[in-house]
């Protein structure tokens, strides 16, 4: 009994023994698979042996890496859209600690003023010209405030993307609607979702077979479909609103009964298709319906419930502001004519199936879905290759918005990596741009070579860019000096988005060209050159006024270097060089009108103006 017990106790040891080291086996594997799984993850250094071997390739060498005066000014305009000020600049070139580009890049990335910059970023982007003209600065604003929280949040893009695609209700309660309150027609924002979402310009299509890409007349109107039902109610004063709402209770009933009707049915003789478009492919599993007597009075696009119930709601509110309501109705397709023959078209994503038109699909969701996941490789490379131009002044695919099957880019394996490495992290933009922020190529100078002083397509140098209006208002307030003290210093953040807002305004409609596109280069009109030679805020940061830079100096320090150089790093973000302290300190240095032409003339200077 007593062998038979030591038996079974060296049985269980060894057995537990064996559990163990299984155990620690599966672990190792794990653990191994992981540490695999993040070697090929994507890094800085990769990056930049893909991009020096197309130097190799095209016989180009690099330009230097650049100083850290125009690393730290090249670093801020690009992450929080303004110049560093004196102090800031002061503060980066006394910073001894070897990674200190490193760690500003971090500190720039956790700052409420980059959020604020790519939400002032992205509505530049996803409203044209013509568009902003039309905002007022309370709902920019509000729109700039949703979307710097979220960019600082670091929320993921496709979340972003899905919201401004699907949006539906008041732009108060939910500003990202009033993207979709901006297009007249569907086929206007089919165009522009698939542009700058996906990259591609399908609106070619819109009249004929696009010219360069196996993409249909019939292939645009099934995307422009997914916007057919979406509806917009602009309510701009209160007794308008309020006839609106009244007549949309008094209709109530009528609309409730015909709502009914379109669910119960499914679909209205507007729904079906014809003979020729059942034939085709996409459509063999898409069961044609029975007619059903249309049974709505009449009324073509019946609104949901919550439509209306959140329109008599919003008229309760004793405080009226104007607003706008974004809705899809449960009904209605997308007709298209083709030789006076009219076609009646189902929702079909690019290059794939049809969707169903029976009322009450969400078809915008559906659509928001197809992109950000369905063809999440399309959407994460025109999010790239979008702020790749951003950082270095191009992009792999140029114009950003203009994939073709037929351009593969200049670095095509680069833009898959980085749209791999940007899907792995669940779209996390700060990581995206930290990874291409710490690279050498951003760092070099733009001071060209021998060899690259054509190149515009391998990134050998850094791009000498003009700033953005975004830019350029910013870093003329924060060069101000009004910010800091003085005169801005106790206004409230309301009365500042106002003053902000109107001068960025005066900045987009100078810088747009004739058809109201994003201006290319500063120096391309006489009215650029004027508002920055005459305009008021030019005079207001350039003479001696209660509470700016200027003043600030004069109050500071009655030494003439001194005042050069806080002047030059304020202005500029750098120090002046011998020469240029010889050529501004040869003058009466005791004029106070010396330092007002020297900050008037460096506000004027091309290295003031563009981003090198």
Not at 278 to 294: A, F, I, L, P, R
Not at 362 to 383: P, Y
């Amino acid at each position: 009994m007593k062998a038979k017990y030591k038996e079974l106790k060296k049985n269980y040891i060894k057995f537990h023994f064996l559990a163990y080291f299984l155990f620690f086996v599966m672990i190792s594997l794990v653990l191994g698979f992981s540490a695999g799984q993040y070697a090929t993850r994507l890094n800085s250094k990769e990056i930049d042996r893909l991009i020096k071997s197309k130097w190799s390739t095209n016989k180009l060498e690099p330009s230097a890496k650049t100083g850290d005066e125009e690393f730290l000014r090249r670093v801020c305009l690009d992450l929080i859209g303004r110049t560093p000020n004196a102090d800031e600049v002061k503060v980066f070139l006394n910073e001894n600690n070897s990674d200190k580009r490193k760690m500003k890049i971090e500190e720039l990335l956790g700052s409420d003023e980059y959020g604020k910059y790519m939400a002032d970023t992205w509505i530049q982007i996803i409203f044209s010209y013509d568009g902003k003209r039309k905002v007022k600065a309370p709902t920019y604003n509000l729109v700039r405030n949703e979307f710097s929280g979220s960019f600082n949040q670091n929320r993921p893009y496709t979340e972003f993307a899905d919201k401004l695609i699907s949006a539906q209700g008041f732009v108060t309660s939910n500003p990202y609607a009033l993207y979709m309150g901006r297009f007249e027609t569907p086929e206007d924002a089919a165009g522009n979702v698939m542009k700058i979402f996906t990259g591609r310009q399908i609106q070619c299509a819109q009249c004929h077979k696009h010219p360069y890409e196996k993409i249909t007349q019939e292939d645009f109107y099934g995307v422009a479909s997914f916007f057919a039902r979406r509806k917009v109610l602009p309510l701009l004063k209160k007794d308008q609103a309020q006839k609106i709402t009244n007549t949309i209770s008094r209709m109530e009933k009528q609309i409730t009964k015909a709502r009914d009707n379109e669910m119960e049915a499914n679909t209205d003789g507007t729904n079906d298709m014809n003979e020729e478009m059942m034939k085709k492919d996409e459509h063999k599993n898409v069961k044609k319906q029975k007619k059903v007597k249309n049974k709505n009075n009449g009324q073509k696009y019946i609104p949901p419930q919550w439509a209306i119930d959140s329109l008599k709601a919003r008229m309760i509110d004793s405080a009226f502001k104007p607003d706008l309501l974004v809705w899809d109705a449960v009904n209605g397709q997308m007709n298209y004519e083709v030789k006076g023959e009219k076609k009646t078209v189902y929702p079909k994503y690019l290059g794939g199936a049809s969707v169903s038109g029976d009322a009450g699909i969400d078809r915008r969701s559906l659509l928001a879905n197809n992109i950000t996941v369905t063809e999440s490789k399309q959407f994460a490379k025109a999010f790239v290759n979008r702020f790749w131009k951003h950082f270095f002044g191009y992009g792999f695919v140029n114009p950003v918005d203009d994939f073709t099957s037929n351009d593969p880019g200049t670095n095509p394996e680069l833009l898959e990596r980085l749209a791999d490495e940007f899907i792995s992290s669940n779209f996390d933009i700060k990581s995206l741009f930290r990874l291409m922020l710490n690279t050498e190529v951003y760092q070099l100078s733009s001071t060209p070579n021998s060899t690259n002083k054509d190149d515009h397509e391998y990134f050998s140098r850094a791009v000498l860019r003009p700033m953005d209006p975004i830019q350029l208002s910013n870093s003329l307030l924060i060069t101000s000096g009004y910010l800091n003290t003085g005169g801005l210093k106790n206004k409230s953040d309301e009365e500042l988005a106002k003053i902000r807002f109107r001068i960025l305004q005066l900045f987009i409609y100078t810088f747009e060209d004739d058809e109201m596109n994003e201006a290319e280069d500063f120096s391309g009109t006489i009215t650029q050159a004027l508002l920055m030679m005459n305009s008021d805020i030019t005079e207001k940061i350039s003479e001696k006024k209660p509470g700016n830079f200027i003043a600030q100096v004069m109050n500071k320090t009655k030494d003439p270097e001194e005042r050069l150089e806080l002047i030059f790093l304020n202005t500029l973000g750098r120090y002046p060089g011998d020469k240029e302290k010889d050529k501004y300190l040869s003058g009466n240095t005791d004029s106070e009108d010396i330092y007002e032409n020297i900050q008037w003339a460096l506000l004027n200077s091309s290295e003031f103006i563009f981003n090198h």
